[in-house]
Nanobody, 127 residues
C-alpha cells in the first residue's frame, strides 16, 4: 500500500523559511499530480500548490504565489514545498496529496480529486 510521508514542518518566526518534503513509499500508479494542502481547525482544507509529475507544470494559490515553490524529484520520488517569507497566516497543518487529474489546473483543485494523503506536518509561524 502506498503511503505519503511528510516531513520538514516546525516553528519559525515571520519572514523565515521552511522546506516541506513528501515521499511516496510505493509506486503511485496512474497518479499524475501532487499537491500541498493546508488546514487550520474549523476551516476547509485549502490547496496551496500543485505540480504535474510529468511536465512539472505548477499551480499556486494567490495566497502563496511568489513565496512558495513546489518541485519534485521523480527518482526518489519526493515532492518539496519551499516556503519563504512566511507569515503568521501560513500557520496550519500541511498535507501532501496525490491524484489523477485529467484537466489543466488553472483555478486550483479540490480535495475530492486526490485519493492519497499524508498524515500532515504542522507549520507554525510566530509574529
Amino acid at each position: 500500500q502506498v503511503q505519503l510521508v511528510e516531513s520538514g514542518g516546525g516553528s519559525v518566526q515571520a519572514g523565515g523559511s521552511l522546506t516541506l518534503s513528501c515521499t511516496a513509499s510505493g509506486y503511485l500508479v496512474k497518479r499524475n499530480y501532487m499537491a500541498w494542502f493546508r488546514q487550520v481547525p474549523g476551516s476547509e482544507r485549502e490547496g496551496v500548490a500543485g505540480i504535474y509529475t510529468g511536465s512539472g507544470t505548477t499551480y499556486y494559490a494567490d495566497s502563496v504565489k511568489g513565496r512558495f515553490t513546489i518541485s519534485r524529484d521523480n527518482a526518489k520520488p519526493t515532492v518539496y514545498l519551499q516556503m519563504n517569507s512566511l507569515k503568521p497566516d501560513d500557520t496550519a497543518m500541511y498535507y501532501c496529496a496525490a491524484g489523477l487529474l485529467r484537466r489543466e489546473v488553472v483555478d486550483g483543485f479540490s480535495r475530492d480529486e486526490f485519493d492519497y494523503w499524508g498524515q500532515g506536518t504542522q507549520v507554525t509561524v510566530s509574529s
